[in-house]
């Protein structure tokens, strides 16, 4: 039996808009993702620069951050897509409100890195809260679309599940941060934030192809 994601109403053609809207977006936001994903693999599997002088493959890094920026807007779109298609839930609009404007600190922290406006560690300290909202986000809507079924149930558990998983890898991240500099106990926390942290940020495109691909096979009722 194919579980199927309905809009909410009675107008069957508004509800295929709306998942139509949501296959765009979150076929986009997700390709995008992937995208800037690949650029920084391979810019750290063929080697970061060593020097100031940096390699023939220096471009990747910045590349990735162009990619995020270039993407934000279908991120932000999938995100209240998604949503449109959801159960109504005061609580989680709202949090879809604050999910835009975190997606638009990160790529306004990237835009002032690309622009040597700030440094790295200043990026980091702005996008690190901003990224926990976003998979805040994220662990909230798929509860929701787990518990009013309009989530496919694998779907919205791998959603939650990296959700919260993410949210507790910068948790951590921010803990080891306070810690004395280059100590056992700092590195320890950093290891563990990334082990968690690193493997959602890698998925969540992916998550979002699936949803726009799941959509693309399933018919309004």
Known sequence: ?????HAPGSDAAADRRALSRLRLWALVAGAGGCLGVLF?????????????????????????????VVF?????????????????????????VVFIVAVAVVALA?????????????QLALSLPAVAVIYAWLAMASTVGLQTGALPPAVAKWGRIMGI?????????LAGAALPEGSVPQFASYSLAGAIGVPCWLLYPVWWIVIGSRVARLRVA
């Open 1 to 5: 039996m194919t579980r199927q994601l």
């Open 40 to 68: 920084l693999v391979f810019f750290y599997a063929l080697g970061p620069p060593m020097n100031d002088r940096g390699s023939e493959w220096s471009w990747l890094a910045p590349a990735n951050d162009v990619t995020g």
């Open 72 to 96: 934000a807007p279908a991120h932000a779109l999938a995100a209240t897509s998604l949503v449109a298609v959801l159960p109504r839930s005061r609580s989680l609009r709202a949090m879809t």
């Open 110 to 122: 990237t835009v002032l890195l690309l622009a040597g406006a700030v440094g790295f560690d200043v």
């Open 165 to 173: 998983a993410l949210v507790a890898a910068v948790v951590i991240a």
